[in-house]
C-alpha cells in the first residue's frame, strides 16, 4: 500500500521567516510528487516533481524531489501571511487508473 | 482555467436521510474522484470514475455510492445518511487515467460541508 508522510503536522513562523515542509513516501512504481496548498477552500496545484524533473521553482516557493531518499521539500522564503495554509503532499505511481495518495498535510500559520 | 464546481458549499442533513453532493467539471475530464477531509486524517478517497458509468471503489467506500451519468457530472450519494459521515467532502477531477506529466495533476472544487445531525 502507497504511503505518504508528511512533517511537521503544523507549525508557526513570523514574516519573514524560512520555512522547509517535509514530505516523504513508500510508493510501487513512482511516478510523480505533487504539492497542493489549500486555504479555506479547494486544494490549488503548486509543483508537480517527477524523475525527469526534480526541481520546481516558483517566485518564494521553491520543491526538490530526492529520488534516492524518496522525499521531497517545499520551501518557502520570506514568509508572508498568506502563505498560511495547509500543505499537501501527494504521490502517484505508474499505471492505469492510477490514483493520488496524499499526507495528513502541514498546517503552516504566519504571524505577523 | 480548470473549473470544478461542487453544488453546495455547506449541508445540514438528519442521520437516516439520503444524500446527493454534485459535481461539475468544465475540462472535458475523463477522471473524476470524490474525497473526504478529516482533522488529523487528511484526504480519504471514497470513489473515484475514469469513464462514463464507470466507478472504482476508493480506500473508504463504506455507506456511499457514486453515480456518472454523464461526463462532465459526479455524484456522490449517502444512502442513509449517519453522524460518523460528517466531515468536508472534496469533488476533484484530472485529464487521464494513466499517461505521464500533467495528466496526474487533479483540480478540486472548493468543497461542501456536510453536518448530519
Known amino acids: 500500500e502507497d504511503k505518504v508522510v508528511q512533517s511537521p503536522l503544523s507549525l508557526v513562523v513570523h514574516e519573514g521567516d524560512t520555512v522547509t515542509l517535509n514530505c516523504s513516501y513508500e510508493?510501487?512504481?513512482?511516478?510523480?510528487l505533487l504539492w497542493y496548498k489549500q486555504e479555506k477552500k479547494a486544494p490549488t496545484f503548486l509543483f508537480m516533481l517527477t524523475s525527469s524533473g526534480i526541481e520546481k521553482k516558483s517566485g518564494r516557493l521553491s520543491s526538490i524531489l530526492d529520488k534516492k531518499e524518496l522525499s521531497s521539500i517545499l520551501n518557502i522564503t520570506a514568509t508572508q501571511t498568506g502563505d498560511s495554509a495547509i500543505y499537501l503532499c501527494a504521490v502517484a505511481p505508474t499505471g492505469a487508473n492510477s490514483k493520488l495518495t496524499f499526507g495528513k498535510g502541514i498546517t503552516l500559520s504566519v504571524r505577523p | 482555467d480548470v473549473k470544478v464546481t461542487q453544488s453546495s458549499r455547506y449541508l445540514v442533513k438528519r442521520t437516516g436521510e439520503k444524500v446527493f453532493l454534485e459535481c461539475v467539471q468544465d475540462m472535458d475530464h475523463e477522471n473524476m474522484f470524490w474525497y473526504r477531509q478529516d482533522p488529523g486524517l487528511g484526504l480519504r478517497l471514497i470513489y473515484f470514475s475514469y469513464d462514463v458509468k464507470m466507478k472504482e471503489k476508493g480506500d473508504i467506500p463504506e455507506g456511499y455510492s457514486v453515480s456518472r451519468e454523464k461526463k462532465e457530472r459526479f455524484s456522490l450519494i449517502l444512502e442513509s445518511a449517519s453522524t460518523n459521515q460528517t466531515s468536508m467532502y472534496l469533488c476533484?477531477?484530472?485529464?487521464?487515467?494513466?499517461?505521464?506529466?500533467?495528466?496526474?495533476?487533479?483540480?478540486f472544487g472548493a468543497g461542501t460541508r456536510l453536518s448530519v445531525l
Open positions: 510508493v510501487t512504481n513512482f511516478r510523480s
Open positions: 476533484a477531477s484530472s485529464l487521464s487515467p494513466s499517461g505521464s506529466g500533467a495528466k496526474n495533476i487533479q483540480y
